[in-house]
């Protein structure tokens, strides 16, 4: 059990000081994200082997967007995840957009 613990810690700490920035080329705005998570449960095989500890639990997406033209933005976003016997990193679309503004009081969205 100490170990658990000291795994985690270890891991927390390597996992807080990386940086993150947004990144931008040829207009398209790129963002992402990354976790990692552990699974323990003495007592409840929850989203998986976690009476043992797993290391299955992580989520992953990258999601992108541009300005089409001055009055219309696009974008959409791949997500993955892994959480016991749910997802198995299978990449897919989580979301997607168009957002058209005609005037400043009116537009319209979709997505």
């Given at each position: ?11 927390i ?16 705005d790129i963002h992402g994200?990354?976790s ?14 976690s ?20 009055n219309?933005?696009i974008?959409?976003?791949?997500f ?9 990193n299978a ?5 997607a ?15």
């Amino acid at each position: 059990m100490k170990i658990r613990l000291l795994i985690t810690i270890v891991f927390i700490l390597c996992a807080s000081v990386v940086q993150v920035h947004a990144v931008e080329a040829e207009g398209i705005d790129i963002h992402g994200f990354i976790s990692q998570g552990y699974l323990y449960s003495n007592k409840n095989n929850y989203l998986g082997e976690s009476e043992k500890g797993s290391f299955q639990f992580n989520e992953l997406g990258i999601n992108f967007s541009k300005d089409m033209t001055e009055n219309l933005r696009i974008g959409m976003q791949f997500f993955s995840r892994d959480l016991g016997e749910t997802g198995n990193n299978a990449v897919e679309v989580d979301w997607a957009f168009g957002d058209y503004h005609w005037h400043d009081w009116l537009g319209f969205r979709a997505g």
